[in-house]
């Protein structure tokens, strides 16, 4: 086992968390409104439910720590620091968009931040996340490498060659399974004989973890100690993280309508929702009030509407520049 | 004769030929979803059970490789991805493996499989999600690849995919699946390898594959309403082997041609047909081939430029009538 960092025991800012994931909470509550009204047009993956994976773990990362992601990425880009304005405007394909209205919700971007990318064939981010952490390597830099992946992307071959490839070479690099049970509609037991991705993964020689992933603490803690191992140089580390996403696949809609995932099941998670068990924790220890938590999620409310408003008010990109970004000069 | 859409006859050469042959079972992600795209694997589950309807895991390369194995060992597997983009996970079996076995052992192992790629694209889907990729294929020995345009070519073609002996792509286009047309209700096949005429003409030939047939139609129809222009669709139905004869027997008659082609233009489909038209047909050519595809850009999310984006049958027209302007210099 690892041994725990004894140098300083990393605090969480409580607050800090709370607002970071109550950003995540609001942005994906109003975008899925924009979808339902038929504003935003692209396929959007909602994160909401998941939020203390993507808080919790780059709540402990560095700003030039990179980080990669999927289909399912707002949550991840707004935790690791990205611009609200610019996931916005991409979502509405404006010209002022994180990926200049070219990408969509799939697929936003954030270099600036660290944030190198996110795509949307299935798996295809941890080999790039296990280049970062070469590149780190080579250039003797102490950046890490996080890489955010579904339990989906570990039924593909690519994946289990890029563990094999992280540990062998012990690059630093942080994989973080945010293990929602499903894969669209197929539960993960109809995927892989066991539910057991974390005990897969030490088979490589890699400290591996199943952690609550509803628990922005737990996340915290133990992304802390994995972050403390990869930067003393000893090899990549994995995190399971247990969620469940509480809307459909895609879009904004409940996915009960079907006989794949029942109402109670749904309402289950919605009863472990990861906001209100730490903003219980907080107010219960008076780490904040009601009324400094409701401040903030009045503050929150105005970014949210200052990002539309943004939005609304940018261009659309030119026809005229579609051959744009083809190539970089 | 009944009309259904294209999306239903893709689901009724299912049911039928799955009947008809128990050797044939379906695999792909989501085949059992319950919004599988365009319902087109409704009630094959229900029917055929879970051992010959797999969702599979998010496995692409795997499970083409298993297919490519069952195969060969008297299955007759039909892969599905709901895009195409999902497949390049896959290419080494679709290509080394599936392609090469048959002329790589003389002949004397054979992979009888079907590889169905939806081309899903449009709604601000981007660069991955949107891809239309039947030239990749088209240049492997030993790859079939057929785009059916109207509902009963899109159930015979199907028909005759799952009973051919190679490995065949079929490439079925989500544009397409509302267009209700004439389709017989038996057991039918339409044969890989032949193109056919939809529009008769005498002036110019557009020569289309997939939903771009139906966007030369509409451009023949303004052509000869505004302009008296007689335009010939030849609807390609087959990108390989192509329909040499049918090809240039039409060129010959009009001498003038225009080929649509839903995917890029560099060493796209496209590229394939003018070029054994210029190199056979040389003479019988009045004026230079044009060509109507993608620009050389993945595809855009933004409205504003998915709308430049995807060719349309102005595009199409306007084409036509550069090819009929066409003035040889002295
Ligand atoms: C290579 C590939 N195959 C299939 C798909 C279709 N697809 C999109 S998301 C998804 C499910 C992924 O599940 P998971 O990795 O667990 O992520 P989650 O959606 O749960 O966040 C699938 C199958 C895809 N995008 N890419």
Not at chain 1, 194 to 217: C, E, H, W, Y
Not at chain 2, 85 to 113: C, E, K, R, T
Not at chain 2, 236 to 243: Q, S, V, W
């Amino acid at each position: 086992m690892i041994k725990k960092n004894k140098k300083k025991p990393m605090k969480p800012d409580l607050k800090q968390l709370f607002l970071s994931m109550t950003r995540l909470r609001m942005f994906e509550e109003r975008v899925a409104d924009l979808l339902l009204k038929d504003e935003i047009k692209c396929p959007t993956h909602l994160y909401i439910g998941q939020e203390a994976v993507a808080v919790g773990v780059c709540e402990a990362l560095k700003k030039d720590d990179y980080v990669f992601s999927t289909h399912r990425s707002h949550g991840h880009y707004l935790a690791k620091g990205g611009d609200m304005k610019k996931l916005m405007a991409e979502l509405f394909g404006k010209s002022t968009g994180c990926s200049q209205g070219r990408g969509g919700s799939m697929h936003i971007a954030a270099p600036d931040i660290g944030y190198l990318g996110s795509t949307a064939i299935v798996g295809a981010d941890i080999p790039i996340g296990v280049g970062a952490g070469l590149s780190s390597c080579v250039r003797k830099s102490k950046q890490i490498s996080v890489i955010f992946f579904g339990d989906g992307a570990v039924d593909e071959g690519v994946f289990y060659e890029s563990i094999n490839y992280a540990s062998l070479y012990k690059l630093p690099v942080l994989f973080i399974c945010e293990n929602n049970l499903f894969s669209t509609h197929l539960r993960i037991c109809f995927r892989q004989p066991a539910d057991n991705i974390f005990q897969r993964i030490k088979t490589f020689k890699m400290p591996s973890k199943r952690i609550d992933g509803n628990d922005v603490l737990e996340v915290y803690k133990n992304t802390c100690a994995a972050v403390d191992h990869i930067r003393q140089g000893k090899g990549p580390y994995f995190l399971e993280c247990r969620t469940y996403r509480w809307r459909a696949h895609v879009g904004p809609w409940l996915d009960i309508d079907f006989d794949f995932r029942s109402k109670a099941e749904v309402e289950s998670w919605i009863r472990k929702c990861p906001i209100k068990k730490l903003e219980k924790a907080m107010l219960k220890k008076k780490d904040f009030s009601a009324a400094e938590r409701d401040r903030i999620i009045a503050d929150v409310k105005n970014e949210i509407d200052e990002a539309y408003r943004f939005s609304q008010e940018s261009p659309y990109p030119d026809a005229k520049e579609l051959l744009n970004h083809v190539f970089r000069d | 004769m009944r009309k259904i859409k294209y999306s239903q006859a893709i689901n009724e050469a299912f049911h039928q030929v799955m009947n008809r042959e128990k050797n044939v079972i379906v695999m792909g992600i989501g085949v059992n979803s319950p919004w599988y795209v365009g319902h087109t694997m409704e009630g094959l589950f229900k029917k055929f059970g879970c051992n010959r309807v797999i969702d599979t895991p998010v496995s692409e390369n795997g499970f083409t490789g298993i297919a490519v194995g069952a195969a060969m060992s008297g299955l007759r597997p039909v892969v599905i991805h709901p895009r195409m983009d999902f497949m390049y996970y896959s290419f080494d079996q679709i290509i080394n493996q599936a392609a090469n076995w048959h002329y790589m052992f003389g002949g004397s192992v054979n992979v009888p499989l079907t590889l169905r790629g939806i081309v899903n694209r449009g709604g601000e889907q981007a660069a991955q999600h949107s891809q239309s990729i039947q030239a990749l294929f088209m240049h492997i020995p030993g790859l079939k690849v057929v785009m059916p345009a109207t509902p009963s070519d899109a159930k015979g073609l199907l028909i005759s995919s799952v009973l051919d002996n190679n490995p065949v792509i079929y490439i079925d286009d989500r544009w397409l699946y509302d267009i209700e047309d004439d389709v017989p209700d038996g057991f039918y096949q339409v044969p890989i390898g032949e193109a056919k005429v939809l529009k008769q003409g005498k002036d110019v030939t557009i020569i289309a594959s997939s939903y771009l047939v139906y966007e030369g139609l509409k451009a023949a129809e303004k052509l000869g309403a505004l302009d008296n222009i007689d335009a010939e669709l030849l609807d390609l139905r087959t990108i390989k082997p192509l329909d040499t004869s049918r090809i240039f027997d039409s060129v010959k008659k009009t001498g003038r041609v225009v080929i649509a082609d839903g995917g890029w233009q560099t060493a796209g489909a496209s590229a394939e047909v003018s070029a054994l038209i210029s190199s056979e047909i040389f003479s019988s050519l009045k004026a230079p081939v044009r060509r109507v595809c993608l620009p050389d850009a993945p595809a855009p999310a933004s409205k504003t430029l998915e709308q430049v984006y995807y060719p349309h049958s102005e595009d199409i027209y306007l084409s036509v009538k550069q090819v009929m302007g066409y003035k040889e210099k002295a």
